[in-house]
């Protein structure tokens, strides 16, 4: 089946610009995680959706970046006003059930580039 | 806190040798660990994982890891390493005790890229 799907796959932008990052997950996962991954890096935990609940932010680095879920199902990350240090590897994972035996699986990342 | 230590950046063997990458942790519950592996320009593919029960779990492409409670680690291992095996190597801890909005997250280490060579 289809796995999880991110898009743009690559974003080159100028600095002070905002974007938009995209994740569609696995059909019927009802959690969803972002991270970031930056060069000689490990992955930096993002933010966290569950069902309804209120989303874990705890893991964003500023008030620049925000994220929602629309319908339980796609997510949306913004980044503001985009730094150089933004640039990064984005990952996005979703898991069928958040309880800590399921493994999650990882789109393929959208690459920013913060020019 | 929850944490993983990766101590090799870097592991490079021979083909046909045994390998092994090392992870240790740390959590305040029981550990639900994890193995993923990155090819280059790809997303993380899940290789295994320990939850509870036998120590020594078995996965994906042959390999296998081992529980250690008393050392905290849960390194990494194949019996004969292939070249196709080369790629970067995330260990990551989810905690048992983990509640609401915690519950789900996943604590990884820096990654150890693994180099095999023929």
């Known amino acids: 089946g289809a796995g999880v799907s991110q898009s743009p796959s690559n974003k080159v932008t100028e600095k002070g610009k905002d974007v938009e990052l995209r994740c569609d997950p696995i059909s019927g996962h009802t959690a969803l995680y972002w991270y970031r991954q930056s060069l000689g890096q490990g992955l930096e935990f993002l933010i966290y959706?569950?069902?309804?609940?209120?989303?874990?932010k705890s893991g964003l680095p500023s008030d620049r970046f925000s994220a929602e879920r629309t319908g339980g199902s796609v997510s949306t990350l913004t980044i503001q006003r985009t730094q150089q240090e933004d640039s990064a590897v984005y990952l996005c994972a979703s898991s069928a059930d958040p309880i800590p035996t399921y493994e999650q699986y990882f789109g393929p990342g959208t690459r920013l580039t913060v020019t | 806190a929850q944490s993983v230590a990766q101590p090799e950046d870097q592991v490079n063997v021979a083909e046909g040798n045994p390998l092994t990458v090392k992870c240790t942790y740390s959590?305040?519950?029981?550990?639900?660990l994890f193995w993923y592996v990155q090819y280059p320009n790809r997303g993380l593919q899940f290789l295994l994982k320990y939850i509870t029960g036998d120590n020594l779990v078995k996965g994906s492409y042959g390999f296998e890891a081992e529980f250690n409670k008393s050392q905290t680690s849960f390194h990494l291992k194949k019996p004969s390493a292939l070249v196709s095996d080369s790629a970067l190597y995330f260990c990551?801890?989810?905690?048992?005790?983990?509640?609401?909005?915690?519950?789900?997250?996943?604590?990884f280490g820096r990654g150890t890229q693994l180099t095999v060579w023929p």
């Open positions: 959590v305040s519950g029981n550990p639900y």
């Open positions: 990551a801890v989810r905690d048992s005790r983990g509640r609401g909005s915690t519950l789900g997250r996943l604590y």
């Open positions: 959706f569950q069902g309804n609940s209120a989303p874990d």
